[in-house]
């Protein structure tokens, strides 16, 4: 079945450092893919997405580019800042029968950022 | 205005109980759905209705019932609480069913407590 696997976290950086969170997905199709963010107490906000192969997602200095040869789905950014400490979610939509679409989400990646 | 919002934010009860959860879109969105997010932060899927209609109803047990008195709305009642039914619940919802490229909006999460 369909599924995301992001890195356990969680990910604890400096203010300014580089940031990577792995996700990696299943599916039977062709799925859109999606960054989600929940800042403390708060509900999830889409970060950035990719609709299709070689796509690239981007916002607020992050990136992440659709791989389907790797499926893969890797967040960046180049200089983090405390105020993106948060937890990150890689999810996937897919088509299912009935035409519906589902989100399915990774386990969620939190990240530490300090001064 | 509140995109999604649901109520209460807080809910703390006793095992046993019978409790519900209000949600409400004023985006004018067809789909709705209930996401269950446990202690580690993990996001899972449980229900989805399109214009009244359930259309996504994952493995949940039955003392969870959605209701869905018009498109914008859709309530959760859960009878006879569990200790395991302790999560954030989220309600959000999307322009419609089908659409995997479309994002979706996130309620600010209501945090059920059972003692």
């Known amino acids: 079945g369909n599924s995301v696997t992001q890195m356990e976290g969680p990910v604890t950086l400096s203010e300014e450092a580089f940031l990577t969170i792995n996700c990696t997905y299943t599916a039977t199709g062709y799925p859109s893919l999606f960054w989600y963010v929940q800042y403390p107490g708060e509900g999830l906000q889409l970060l950035l997405k990719?609709?299709?192969?070689?796509d690239k997602g981007s916002n607020k200095g992050f990136e992440a580019t659709y791989r389907k040869e790797t499926t893969s789905f890797h967040l960046e950014k180049g200089s983090v800042q405390v105020s993106d400490s948060a937890v990150y979610f890689c999810?996937?939509?897919?088509?299912?029968?009935?035409?519906?679409?589902?989100?399915?989400f990774g386990a969620g990646t939190r990240l530490a950022v300090h001064p | 205005d509140t995109a999604v919002s649901q109520t209460p934010k807080y809910l703390v009860t006793q095992m046993g109980n019978d409790k519900s959860i209000k949600c409400e879109q004023n985006?004018?969105?067809?789909?709705m759905y209930w996401y269950k997010q446990d202690s580690k932060k993990f996001l899972k899927i449980m229900f989805s209705?399109?214009?009244?209609?359930?259309?996504i109803n994952e493995t949940v047990p039955n003392r969870f019932s959605p209701k869905s008195p018009d498109k914008a709305h859709l309530n959760l009642h859960i009878n006879s609480l569990e200790l395991g039914d302790s999560a954030v619940y989220f309600c959000?919802?999307?322009?419609?069913?089908?659409?995997?490229?479309?994002?979706?909006?996130f309620g600010s999460g209501t945090q059920l407590s059972v003692l």
């Open positions: 985006l004018g969105h067809d789909t």
């Open positions: 999810a996937l939509s897919d088509l299912f029968s009935g035409g519906y679409n589902k989100l399915i």
């Open positions: 209705y399109n214009n009244k209609e359930l259309i």
């Open positions: 959000a919802s999307s322009p419609r069913k089908g659409a995997t490229n479309e994002k979706l909006f």
């Open positions: 990719a609709t299709k192969a070689d």
